[in-house]
């Protein structure tokens, strides 16, 4: 991702008109790991596997999903590990 927006950058400077329309390539390529795939699809296995870890859910309240930002800029405030009987009835099979 960093890599398709860093070649949109370095290009600005020789782009002209409809050329502009190259940032259709960063913003598609962030769009289909942060929505689509990746970043959703590791969090739902993420939150299963770590379910029972406190020290996941602080972790992921205090840290961004996709982006390196300082401490407290990001993260899901609301995280927290789910509650209710999940698997009870696979557990009395």
């Known amino acids: 991702m960093v890599l398709w927006w860093g070649v949109f950058v370095m290009s600005l400077e020789v782009l002209e008109g409809t050329q502009y329309c190259a940032v259709i ?49 990001g993260g899901k405030k ?3 590990p789910p509650t209710g009987d999940t698997g009870s009835a696979e557990a009395s099979l």
């Open 78 to 80: 609301n995280a927290s």
């Open 25 to 73: 390539s960063p913003i598609f390529v962030f769009c289909l790991i942060y929505f689509v795939s990746g970043v959703r699809m590791l969090e739902k296995r993420s939150d299963e596997k770590f379910a029972d870890n406190d020290a996941y859910w602080e972790y992921k309240r205090n840290t961004h999903v996709l982006i390196p930002l300082p401490k407290g800029w």
